[in-house]
């Protein structure tokens, strides 16, 4: 076959090159179907990022929907074994309606999920290879890393009433400290609940800076074991040569119905949004009634549109 | 290319403002009180670049990233509900968006209140929290008239002194939420330009606290 790399556009190069990177991690491409029943979504509407779906009713019936993301397809047709460890990649489109908009658009999406017997040693993997696929873009790049447990277990003490975590949730993630603190104490909360509250949601910065901060106040609210699963993955990436682009952002949140442990949000310099977005879903796996234990990250190709792609990444 | 940190102001009174409360805090740009006709000004040596924008375009600004950091009301916060990271209370453009009716008015709970008013998505969330069927009445401006007319049964909108609802026969029956001017920032530029960042936020709250 007659092939010249250069007749190929940037997204279609970085797409081939993330593909190829997971593939020499041993993870195997996933091909699912374009279309999916849509009580899948109607059950996990939390779950979706955007929760308009484009839905039909196919010659027998039954109402489907274009995918509006891919890892709710991947764990409902995998088979539960707690055994091994399935490492799978996809490069799909997926159908959302973005923010303020009327038109649904069609999103490519190239991720990974690694499920099943998932540990310490397949998380830091998870995370190491986020970092690897927002380095070959040649650019600068940060990765936000959380473990949810840590403000969840402080939320926790606060409310279990689920409008009211929803309220402190958003105020953590807009870092809107000031309207945090007022919303708790209309409600009663206790002064010092509400001080390592804010505490945790204001910290942002290099692992050695914050996590010693962090410490003390996830050992007053009980998170000392979440605190030190998020130092061991922090620590297992030290001689990665990635250290240094991670940064420990607590007001990284999401519904605790899905998520929990380590989360990630990946950002490169000179493009305004999130690009690459993941974290652990044993929440999820669970609602499917899945003993398994899942953690995967997908990258947005659409918002890296505007990057020249270096001639020595591909 | 991260030599400036990018900031927008809304142009008015609150911009101005808000510019005193940021060279004080150590980003100082004299031309931004004295732009002429133009609307980027920059001080190389403070690291800063200031844009004059339309109020109601700094959310955007900031979300789409031209701008790292912004001056916004809460109402267009509200209203709008870009992706950004809302940092700091100004405390500064304090006022409430509030519901006004003409005066005696009492909600007749069998029919569709008709709502007149520019934030539509803030009248929409706040009926549906109270579980009230409304029919939005999207307005530009001169929101007060339409209760008037018969436009409208009410109306929510910005009420500062109350002095126009007044002067138009209306008065607010209901606050919605406070109002003030905060301090927003891009998140990708927030983690990028973290420094400049984290040194305005300092300086903000120094300034404050020296009050």
Redesign the interface.
């Known amino acids: 076959m007659n092939f010249d790399i250069q007749s190929l556009t940037d997204t279609e190069k970085i797409t081939l090159s993330l593909r190829n990177l997971y593939a020499s991690y041993g993870y195997r491409l996933y091909r699912m179907a374009k279309f999916e029943e849509y009580e899948l979504y109607a059950e996990n509407k939390d779950f979706l990022v955007s929760q308009n779906v484009i839905t039909f009713t196919d010659a027998g019936g039954k109402l489907m929907a274009l995918k509006p993301d891919v890892t709710l397809s991947i764990v409902k047709s995998r088979r539960d074994d707690t055994g091994v460890v399935d490492r799978l990649y996809y490069n799909e489109n997926v159908f959302r309606r973005p923010k303020g908009s009327q038109n649904f658009k069609e999103i490519m999406q190239v991720g990974l999920e690694c499920i099943g017997a998932v540990g310490d040693r397949e998380t830091a993997e998870v995370v190491t290879l986020a970092c690897k696929s927002l380095d070959m873009l040649g650019r600068d790049f940060i990765v936000d890393i959380s473990n949810l447990d840590v403000v969840n277990t402080c939320i926790g003490l606060i409310t279990d009433v689920p409008g009211e975590r929803k309220e402190i949730l958003k105020r953590i993630g807009e870092k809107n400290v000031h309207e945090l603190s007022a919303y708790a104490e209309s409600k009663g909360v206790a002064a010092e609940l509400i001080g390592q509250l804010m505490e945790l949601a204001g910290l942002y910065g290099a692992p050695e800076d914050v996590l010693p901060k962090a410490l003390d106040a996830a050992r007053r609210v009980g998170a000392s074991e979440a605190y030190d699963s998020l130092a061991a993955t922090v620590e297992a990436l030290r001689e990665s040569g990635y250290y240094r682009n991670l940064r420990i952002d607590f007001s990284v949140v999401g519904d605790v119905t899905y998520y929990n442990g380590i989360t990630l949000r990946g950002f490169i310099d000179g493009i305004p949004e999130c690009v690459l977005t993941g974290g652990r879903y044993d929440g999820l796996m669970e609602r499917l009634g899945k003993q398994s234990k899942a953690i995967g990250f997908a990258v947005n190709i659409d918002s890296l549109e505007r990057i020249r792609v270096p001639s020595a990444g591909c | ?2 030599e400036f940190l990018n900031i927008a102001l809304p142009k008015g009174r609150l911009g101005e403002k808000a510019y005193d409360m940021f060279q004080k805090a150590g980003f100082p740009c004299p031309e931004v009180l004295n732009p002429g006709r133009r609307l980027i000004l920059e001080n190389t040596d403070a690291g800063v670049r200031y844009f004059w924008v339309k109020p109601s375009d700094v959310a955007i600004y900031v ?3 031209a701008a790292d950091i912004g001056v916004c009301g809460k109402d267009t916060l509200e209203e ?2 870009p ?7 100004l405390g500064i453009g304090r006022c409430r968006m509030a519901v006004a009716a003409p005066g005696g008015f009492t909600d007749d709970r069998s029919r569709t209140l008709r709502v007149a008013t520019k934030f539509s998505n803030v009248a929409e969330n706040h009926y549906r929290k109270a579980g009230r069927d409304i029919d939005i009445i999207h307005l530009n401006g001169s929101v007060e008239i339409a209760p008037i007319i018969g436009l409208a049964d009410v109306i929510v909108d910005i009420v500062e002194t109350g002095t126009t609802l007044r002067e138009n026969g209306l008065e607010v029956i209901e606050t919605v939420f406070p109002i003030s001017a905060r301090l927003i920032a ?4 927030y ?2 330009k ?1 420094e400049a960042v984290r040194k305005l936020l300092d300086g903000l709250r120094n300034a404050a606290e020296d009050k």
């Open positions: 290319m991260n979300e789409r990233g709008q509900a992706d950004v990271y809302e940092l700091m209370d891009n998140k990708s530029g983690k990028f973290h």
